[in-house]
C-alpha cells in the first residue's frame, strides 16, 4: 500500500507523488505546507535546503517546485529512500542529494557547507528534535542568514532554541494544527 501527495504550487503544480506506509511517517499535511510555503514565498528561490528528516520528501520537492537551487535530504529508512530516489528522478540531477543515513548520525559530522533553510520536522515522541537544534548550530549546518522551519508534537519556545549557541533567533511565525506545532524561525550573528 502507498500513501500520496501533491505539489501545490511553483513549476511541479500538481504533480503527485506517492511513499510507502512506514511507522512513524507522517507527511506535512498540504495545509500546513502551504502555510509553510506562504511564510516562505520571497526567500525560497535559489536557495540551499537541508531536510534531515524527509520522510515522503513533501517539503523538498515543494521547495524545488517553487524555485530552491538545492535539497540535501536524509533519510534512515532504506524503502522511504529508496522511493524518494524515485520519486526525485525527475529532477535535474544537480538538484538534489540523498543520503540513506541516520540523521542524527549525520547532523554528528561537520558539514562543508551551511544551509539558507532547514525543515526540521523528526519523528514524535523520539527526543530527536533538541539534539538535531545543538547539532545544526555546532556542525556549520546553519549560519546567520539561514533559517529554520520546526515541526514538533510541542510548542516551540525560545528555551528549546536556546541551544542554538552560536546565534541570535527569533520566532517568525508560529501555528497549530491538529496536535502539530510548526514555526519559521529566523538567525542572526551574536
Not at 37 to 45: A, E, G, M, P, S
Request: charged share 25%.
Amino acid at each position: 500500500m502507498q500513501n500520496s501527495f501533491k505539489i501545490i504550487s511553483g513549476d511541479f503544480r500538481g504533480r503527485k507523488f506517492s511513499f510507502p506506509v512506514v511507522e512513524g511517517l507522517r507527511p506535512t499535511p498540504g495545509k500546513i505546507r502551504e502555510t509553510l510555503f506562504n511564510w516562505l514565498q520571497f526567500d525560497i528561490l535559489n536557495k540551499t535546503v537541508l531536510d534531515p528528516y524527509a520522510g515522503s520528501g513533501a517539503l523538498s520537492l515543494e521547495a524545488i517546485s517553487r524555485g530552491a537551487k538545492e535539497v540535501y535530504v536524509i533519510e534512515k529508512d532504506r524503502e522511504v529512500y529508496e522511493k524518494l530516489k524515485s520519486n526525485f528522478k525527475f529532477l535535474d540531477s544537480g538538484q538534489y542529494t540523498i543520503i540513506n543515513e541516520d540523521a542524527i548520525t549525520h547532523l554528528t559530522k561537520p558539514s562543508k557547507q551551511s544551509f539558507d533553510l532547514v525543515f526540521l520536522d523528526p519523528p514524535f515522541t523520539k527526543n530527536l528534535l533538541l539534539q538535531s537544534i545543538k547539532k545544526l548550530s555546532s556542525n556549520n549546518y546553519i549560519n546567520s542568514q539561514s533559517q529554520i522551519y520546526i515541526e514538533s508534537e510541542y510548542k516551540i519556545t525560545e528555551e528549546n532554541l536556546s541551544l542554538l549557541i552560536n546565534y541570535h533567533f527569533k520566532i517568525n511565525k508560529q501555528k497549530k494544527s491538529g496536535n502539530v506545532h510548526y514555526c519559521l524561525i529566523s538567525l542572526g550573528a551574536l
